[in-house]
Structures are given as C-alpha cells and as structure tokens.
C-alpha cells in the first residue's frame, strides 16, 4: 500500500474512534450474531496500530554500531 493510501487509511480510523468516543453504541445482537462494542474498538485500535508500523517502515533509519577507541 502507497504510504498517502495508508495515511488515508489511518485518518479513517482515527475518525471511526473518535466517533465512537462522542457516541459510543452498546453491544447489540442481529439475527442471532453477538457484535460487541469492546471487541469493534479493539479491532480499529489494532488496525491503526497495523497502519501505523507501516508507515514507520517508509521512513528512513540509520543504523548505529558501537566503535571501540582505539582499534
């Protein structure tokens, strides 16, 4: 995924759960299947976090080694 695709992405989510947070609805059942409120915040707090390390791994690093004085 492009790295402006992922920030679009994480934006969405950011927004489902601040929406969440203004108006929180409760853990209801449809024909028969539980859906629960915790277990749909947990999932877009994972998915962001998902996200989120994607993005880190298209900034740039540096790698750092220990040098010894003197060798």
């Known amino acids: ?3 402006p695709d992922l920030q679009y992405a994480i934006q969405g989510l950011e ?3 601040a929406a969440d947070a203004v108006n929180p609805q409760p853990s209801y059942s449809v024909n028969g299947k539980q859906v629960s409120r915790n277990e ?3 999932s877009l707090i994972e998915a962001l976090e998902g996200l989120k390390k ?3 791994a298209y900034q740039p690093y540096i790698i750092r080694t220990a040098h010894r004085a003197g060798t």
Do not use: K
Request: charge should be positive; proline fraction near 0%; aromatic fraction near 8%.
């Open 1 to 3: 995924m492009a790295l």
């Open 15 to 17: 927004s489902a759960l």
């Open 40 to 42: 749909y915040r947990t």
């Open 54 to 56: 994607q993005v880190q």
